[in-house]
């Protein structure tokens, strides 16, 4: 049974910090990309990150970009979120997923999902 199962969301004010973690059971983790999601009350789910198999090749959203690093610790089973320099903007549920193929930026290409944790920055 898969699960990913993610912590380290809560309240932070503007200009601080958070670092998400997903941990992974159930799947051979090495064998999948991961990415990293969110969605704002009144929004669609939003590509924030994503980082390959090889933890080489990396990718972000607009809107996070320079702000936020993804990584991963295969030995671990866990994907990271670093958040710095956090905006209002960026409140919202995140979401952790795991992908084998596609395109990493799209909600369909994930075949496995955490349950979210919610991040709120306030100003």
């Known amino acids: 049974q898969v699960q990913l199962v993610e912590s380290g969301g809560g309240l932070v004010q503007a200009g601080g910090s958070l670092r998400l973690s997903c941990v992974a059971s159930?799947?051979?983790?090495?064998?999948?990309?991961m990415g990293w999601f969110r969605q704002a009350p009144g929004k669609e789910r939003e590509f924030v990150a994503a980082?390959?198999?090889?933890?080489?090749?990396?990718y972000y959203g607009d809107s996070v970009k320079g702000r936020f690093t993804i990584s991963r610790d295969n030995a671990k089973n866990t994907v990271y979120l670093q958040m710095d320099s956090l905006k209002s903007e960026d409140t919202a549920v995140y979401y952790c997923a795991a992908s084998y193929s596609g395109s990493f930026t799209y909600t369909d290409s994930y075949a496995y999902w955490g349950q979210g944790t919610q991040v709120t920055v306030s100003s």
């Open positions: 980082i390959r198999r090889s933890s080489g090749s990396l």
């Open positions: 159930g799947l051979t983790f090495n064998r999948y990309a």
